[in-house]
T-cell receptor, first 117, second 110 residues
């Protein structure tokens, strides 16, 4: 139980294009989903928290107009990187929290590696 | 501002050794402390600790939390090369929010 999927697992795009990443909780309802970014040799940095049906809460320094988050249902959240630039190249990881079992905590997706040329 | 410090940042051992990884934290609205193992992809869950002094075990891994002194340790006994990974600790605060430490890069040599 408590499986979270992400799609795509990797993506390469040209500078200036937009990229959408999907995060799905496969076997439980995720009341909250989180988006993280991880640069090489660094830890996970929380970008934003989203609750189903409401606007996402962004961490300080994260541009909400650049990183659009939509949490349309209890099993799906999307992150769209708009007008991507090479400095946006990173490993993007989502996690989902909900009543997934005995331990109510975050479960992570496998991550999406974004490379912007 | 929430703060998490892990030590050591890097550790190289031989198979069969026992290692202890440390995590100290200062956060507001603490709920629990989580340990994750990260290899090439996203972190995989190891332990969730909510009470002080109660050891959690899973095979050769064990962990304990001290809420008074604000730290946790992760022990790995009889290490194997497959234990090589980055180990992350993350205190959880209200709203299921996690703050990650920098991680300990563990390398187990045969």
């Amino acid at each position: 139980g408590a499986v979270v999927s992400q799609h795509p697992s990797w993506v390469i795009c040209k500078s200036g294009t937009s990229v959408k990443i999907e995060c799905r909780s496969l076997d439980f309802q995720a009341t909250t989903m989180f988006w993280y970014r991880q640069f090489p040799k660094q830890s996970l940095m929380l970008m934003a928290t989203s609750n189903e049906g409401s606007k996402a809460t962004y961490e300080q320094g994260v541009e909400k107009d650049k990183f659009l988050i939509n949490h349309a249902s209890l099993t799906l959240s999307t992150l769209t990187v708009t007008s991507a630039h090479p400095e946006d190249s990173s490993f993007y990881i989502c996690s989902a929290a909900g009543l997934a079992g005995v331990e109510d905590t975050q479960y992570f997706g496998p991550g999406t590696r974004l490379t912007v040329l | 501002e929430d703060k998490v410090v892990q030590s050591p940042l890097s550790l190289v051992v031989h198979e069969g050794d026992t290692v202890t990884l440390n995590c100290s934290y200062e956060v507001t609205n603490f709920r629990s402390l989580l340990w994750y193992k990260q290899e090439k992809k996203a972190p995989t869950f190891l332990f969730m600790l909510t009470s002080s002094g109660i050891e959690k075990k899973s095979g050769r891994l064990s962990s304990i939390l001290d809420k008074k002194e604000l730290f946790s340790i992760l022990n790995i006994t009889a290490t194997q090369t497959g234990d090589s990974a980055i180990y992350l600790c993350a205190p959880e605060t209200s709203g299921s929010r996690l703050t990650f430490g920098e991680g300990t890069q563990l390398t187990v040599n045969p």
